[in-house]
């Protein structure tokens, strides 16, 4: 049974850093896009950023370009989102997810998620 299993997440001031890993089991983990979502309290999931299944193609949401780097190791088979510059609007659960390209990930066609760690931005 594919597992992705989030982790990283935390409380921390506004202006302070964080990086989420996401690990991948059961799924050839390197023939897959992997992206990060996140859904706030009260509003729709959303899309973060996205990196292909090479780690040489990244996209990211406006909200979080300059900010947020999205990387992965297919060794470890883990993804990971590096978040600096952390503001209190990206207070939310963050979710990782795996599909077939970047292209699915945007459509939130991804078959596989995971059960999400929570961020706390405090102002």
């Known amino acids: 049974q594919v597992h992705l299993l989030e982790s990283g997440g935390g409380l921390v001031q506004a202006g302070g850093s964080l990086r989420l890993s996401c690990a991948v089991s059961?799924?050839?983990?390197?023939?897959?896009?992997v992206g990060w979502f996140r859904q706030a309290p009260g509003k729709e999931r959303e899309f973060v950023a996205g990196v292909s299944w090479s780690g040489t193609t990244t996209e990211y949401a406006d909200s979080v370009k300059g900010r947020f780097t999205i990387s992965r190791d297919n060794a470890k088979n883990t993804g990971f989102l590096q978040m600096t510059r952390l503001k209190p609007e990206d207070t939310a659960i963050y979710y990782c997810?795996?599909?077939?390209?970047?292209?699915?990930?945007?459509?939130?066609?991804?078959?596989?998620w995971g059960q999400g760690t929570q961020v706390t931005v405090s102002s």
């Open positions: 059961s799924l050839p983990f390197s023939g897959y896009a």
């Open positions: 997810a795996a599909a077939a390209g970047l292209w699915e990930l945007r459509q939130f066609q991804s078959h596989y």
